[in-house]
């Protein structure tokens, strides 16, 4: 299951395939110890990957804490360079940007908190995150939905995939005013765009072992727009005659999300719509705090939570919840093929979920970040045998 | 008028759809138990097929329309679409007739009927003329496409008016205005700020705005935190489904539509169920709460309570229910079981 992760991530990074291996092969040969799978010993790597972070507004900065703080105590092989830009603090100059990207192409892994789109139109129609998904080119973000094992809500033994379209749609950022009082959004649907998500969904779903893609729309009303990105899944889904492929209406799967989201498998959807199905989703299961999730384009993988908030009013005081992130952390460790050390945070982060004794408040305990992080840290030192 | 008991009582003229599929034998059902719970109501039943008018344009049948501006009220059950039949849908050519510019959907958890989720009781308001659904596309070149919404002062506005106006007329204590205006920071940020300059006026309804996605984060998780919510077209269509879904569906979800001209139809937004038509297999809840809905928009609402009791008891009891809520009762058994009901509460 992880190799076959590690296969796709390494399938789409075409930018990636060089560049690494470049840098693993020159890289002394006691890491590729830790490629050989949980039974062997931690590899002591004599060098570190590199990894651009963005801690973003509200509690991000906390929660990269609680990342650092779990990597410094399980000895992972990873160094952060961070960069502290945010649109609401007008910290989010062309300046830093570039800074920014460069320190992507050189990494080309990152692990991201939220940036925060402020809702004052200062003259810019285009919030930061936007931009920087546009320049890095994220056009896929990749939400796994799993039920947590010992954390139970109203809908247990949840497996969903829910890929979301993330560079157009409605959040082309080309609005204008007609006349005083009448305003035009615009959303731009592409047969390229559409045709690459529905591709990139298709073989996420043949890597990871996944029967079913389910195309979400409003072609009803949307004839042309969402028309053109339901043909243009029906056209891929051709080249996969292994994946059964359906199709539904956006608010008739909200209603059975909530009714029976069993019926689900992977989920493949434009921009705004994957905004939505992921915040319900992520809901289904426990909220924002425990869903990982990841961008994804040609060159660059990014890594986030699965419902992106900045969760401004709990900023300072040390009860947000880090399980989403550090799951997150976990995944860009297998990304980076250091599988070993991703089993041991997952797995401890689970271990802690499951014995339900420190829980944060969200997921109706009392403990604090800190808490949380500790007993984690704990079970890291202690890994199950 | 009429006679009922001691006092006289003005019969008030509603204009019945009764639609296609299984509409007919809902409607008949509504229109029995009306008549147990002795509502002042008389029923004008009209057929609303599309006619092709003078200029070639589609258009409802003149009596139809003639029905409606003079009742103002209608209750309608679900019309059916042909596909190639050349004219667009019949709730469109509504819509569009009569300017229904508000959707109002209110979800309240039915006991006896159980779901997942408990005490919901919220209201979406759905501004219904324009946003994503104006229709408007075009292809740009080959392989990309354009599609606007719109979003004009005076729609958003006038929604937001409602919304409150609602939220006073039936002890509702907050309105939440949902938005992606950090995305779409003109045209959310305009029914924003209409939303919030009509809040001024209404100083007794607290107002708050919340982001769409975390409304539908916060509603599956605990939905009793929301009380009415006001949002554009395409928002409104989606968490309105989604709060269906709370509930148990569309079979048992009354909804609103209220027009410019103090005109208001009623329906159930279920479809036309074909394959059980005439079988008298189908549950005429929907229609009968949104006939509910109607009589508390009348006024009535002495009638609406003891409807809406007589429904929800037989519901709890679980003795005869159809079979979409878990029974095997007939249609007729069901709707014999609330006339009862509403005769002993009267």
Not at chain 1, 349 to 356: A, E
Request: hydrophobic content about 40%; proline content about 4%; aromatic content about 6%.
């Amino acid at each position: 299951m992880a190799a076959a992760l590690r296969g796709t991530a390494l399938a789409l990074a075409k930018g990636l395939g060089g560049a690494r291996l470049h840098q693993l092969v020159s890289r002394p040969l006691s890491v590729s110890a830790s490629l050989c799978g949980s039974e062997a010993p931690p590899a002591r790597a004599d060098s570190t990957f590199k990894v651009t972070m963005i801690p973003g507004d509200g509690v991000g900065p906390e929660l990269m804490t609680a990342v650092k703080d779990v990597f410094k105590a399980g000895d992972i092989p990873v160094e952060f360079d961070e960069f502290y830009i945010s649109e609401v603090q007008n910290r989010a100059s062309d300046e830093r940007l570039e800074k920014l990207l460069d320190s992507m192409k050189s990494n080309r892994v990152a692990i991201k908190g939220k940036i925060h789109s402020p809702m004052e139109n200062k003259g810019e129609l285009e919030s930061f995150e936007m931009k920087l998904r546009r320049t890095l080119d994220l056009f896929a973000n990749v939400v796994r939905v799993s039920s947590l094992p010992g954390y139970s809500t109203r809908h247990n033994n949840l497996d969903l995939v829910i890929i979301r379209e993330q560079t157009e749609g409605e959040y082309s950022s080309l609005e204008h005013e007609s006349v005083p009082g009448v305003i035009e959004c615009l959303k731009i649907i592409t047969r390229e765009k559409s045709r690459r998500i529905a591709k990139f969904a298709f073989d996420y779903a043949t890597k990871t072992g996944r029967s079913k893609v389910t195309a979400v729309h409003k072609a009803n009303i949307m004839k042309l727009g969402d028309g053109l990105f339901l043909q243009s899944c029906a056209e891929v889904a051709e080249l996969y005659p292994k994946i059964k492929h359906e199709n539904i209406i956006i608010d008739n799967c909200c209603m059975q999300l909530v009714q029976n989201p069993y019926q689900f498998d992977v989920l493949v959807m434009p921009n705004l719509y994957g905004n939505i199905i992921d915040n319900l989703a992520a809901g289904l299961v426990g909220g924002a705090g425990v869903v990982p999730g990841e961008s994804y384009s040609a060159e660059y993988a990014v890594f986030e939570t699965g419902a992106r908030h900045p969760f401004a009013q709990a900023v300072g005081r040390n009860i947000a919840n880090p399980t989403a992130m550090l799951l997150s952390a976990a995944n860009m460790l297998r990304h980076l093929n250091l599988e070993y050390h991703s089993q041991m945070v997952s797995e401890a982060v689970k271990k802690v979920i499951k014995q339900g004794k420190v829980r944060t408040r969200d997921l109706g305990g009392y403990s604090t970040t800190g808490d949380f992080v500790q007993a984690v840290v704990e079970n890291l030192r202690h890994p199950p045998t | 008028s009429s006679f009922h008991g001691s006092v006289w009582v003005q019969m008030q003229t509603v204009t019945l759809i009764p639609g296609d599929g299984i509409g007919p034998e809902i409607s008949a059902a509504v229109v029995k138990i009306f008549d147990a719970a002795k509502a002042p109501v008389q029923w004008e039943e009209r057929n609303v097929t599309a006619i092709k008018g003078p200029g070639g344009k589609w258009m409802i049948p003149a009596d139809a329309k003639e029905s409606m501006d003079r009742s103002k009220i209608g209750l309608k059950g679900p019309l059916k679409t042909p596909i190639a039949a050349g004219h667009p849908s019949m709730n469109l050519l509504l819509r569009k007739t009569f300017d229904l510019y508000a959707n109002v959907r209110p979800c309240v958890s039915i006991e006896g009927y159980r779901t997942p989720y408990t005490d919901v009781d919220l209201v979406t308001i759905r501004e219904n003329t324009e946003g994503e659904y104006s229709g408007i596309e075009h292809v740009i070149v080959d392989g990309v496409v354009q599609s606007i919404k719109l979003i004009t002062e005076d729609a958003s506005r006038r929604i937001a008016e409602y919304a409150f106006e609602y939220a006073r007329n039936n002890q509702r204590s907050s309105v939440t205005a949902v938005h992606k205006a950090n995305i779409m920071r003109m045209s959310d940020g305009l029914f924003l700020r209409k939303c919030r300059e009509v809040a001024e006026n209404f100083k007794d309804v607290k107002f708050t705005e919340m982001y769409l996605d975390t409304v539908c984060l916060n509603m599956v998780q605990d939905p009793t935190q929301f009380d009415v919510l006001v949002m554009p077209n395409l928002y409104g269509d989606i968490l309105s489904d989604l709060c269906a879904g709370l509930i148990g569906g569309l079979g048992v979800t009354p909804s609103g539509n209220i027009g410019a001209n103090g005109v208001a139809i009623f329906e159930s937004v279920h479809g036309t169920a074909p394959d059980i038509a005439g079988l008298d297999l189908a549950n005429p809840t929907a229609l009968l709460l949104s006939g509910v809905m109607m009589l508390r928009h009348m006024g009535l609402h002495q009638y609406a309570a003891k409807i809406q009791t007589a429904c929800f008891d037989t519901i709890k009891e679980k003795k005869v229910l159809t079979k979409d809520l878990g029974g095997n009762s007939k249609c007729s058994e069901f709707t014999t079981e609330i006339c009862r009901r509403v005769q002993d509460l009267a």
